[in-house]
């Protein structure tokens, strides 16, 4: 079997989302996170979420991942209702969660244990394809506490490609990062979106980074959270974050945010 028919097709998964609402009833307060949700995502589209702290961008996230159930309306993945979490749609976090006590190739390989009918060798050659596209093939025996934050965050994204999901959840997972990585790591990550494509929902705060990543940039409204506007990102790929044409629609967006976060 050839690494192609290892890696199978580069799967998507198309998403819809209808009428959702989530509350979080707490002994004191009822907290109305999101409210009225309503959104359609195509097969390997990415979508990033903005908004201001707190709008619910997480809350959705984990909606979708089947980590958190909605009080009301629906959630697909291709037709199908989400019931929990699933090997179809992979979480990578602003933390990198990996296992410290796992190097590199093991943290990878561990993703890989949830898919069925690989031998051991047909694992390890999957865990170094997905290492080198995230250029870490050198790296593959070190320790989790050798590598820098960049890094790590490219061992959590090949552990999360691993497993070849439909969706890609991301949340704020540059955030924690220097500019100079982020940079790095957003043309990496659009260079493997085009070899591997997904149906990637990406929360930011980062409004650039939005612009330079997104196929398309939804704005939601502070607590509760609703979608109020949304901008189709047609400029060319590759996209540089510090292009003119990404800082120039980056701004028209946070003028619009600002519009709907009264603090801002
Ligand atoms: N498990 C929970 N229990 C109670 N309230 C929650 C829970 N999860 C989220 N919330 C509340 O729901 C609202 C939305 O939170 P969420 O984390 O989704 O926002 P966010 O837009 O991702 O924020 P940030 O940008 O700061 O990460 C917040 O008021 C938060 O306190």
């Not at 199978?8 to 999101?34: E, H, M, P």
């Not at 979608?227 to 946070?254: C, F, G, K, M, W």
Request: proline fraction near 4%.
């Amino acid at each position: 079997m050839s690494i192609q028919d290892k890696l199978g097709d580069s799967s998507t998964a198309k998403l819809s989302i209808k009428n959702v609402s989530k509350l979080f009833r707490g002994a004191r307060q009822t907290v109305t996170a999101l409210e009225d949700i309503n959104l359609e995502v195509e097969d390997g589209e990415f979508v990033c979420l903005l908004g201001a702290s707190g709008c619910g961008k997480s809350t959705l996230l984990n909606l979708i991942a089947g980590l958190e159930k909605p009080t009301e309306g629906t959630i697909q993945s291709d037709g199908q209702d989400i019931t929990g979490p699933g090997r179809q749609r992979m979480v990578m976090f602003q933390e990198h969660a990996l296992f410290p006590w796992l190097d590199v190739i093991g943290n990878v390989l561990f993703g890989l244990n949830l898919k069925p009918g690989l031998t051991q060798d047909d694992r390890r050659e999957l865990a170094m394809f997905y290492l080198k596209l995230v250029g870490l093939e050198k790296f593959s025996q070190s320790n989790i506490h050798e590598l820098s934050g960049g890094m790590k965050q490219r061992v959590a994204l090949a552990r999360a490609l691993a497993p070849n999901p439909q969706v890609l959840l991301m949340d704020e997972p540059f955030a924690a990062l220097d500019a100079m990585t982020r940079e790095q790591l957003y043309a990496d990550l659009q260079n493997i979106q085009q070899k591997r494509r997904k149906t990637v929902i990406f929360v930011t705060h980062n409004v650039r980074e939005a612009v330079c990543l997104g196929d398309r940039v939804l704005l939601f409204t502070p607590r509760p959270g609703r979608i109020h506007n949304e901008y189709r990102i047609t400029l060319p790929r590759a996209r540089d974050i510090n292009d003119v044409a990404v800082a120039q629609l980056a701004s028209t967006i946070t003028a619009d945010l600002k519009k709907h976060t009264p603090s801002a």
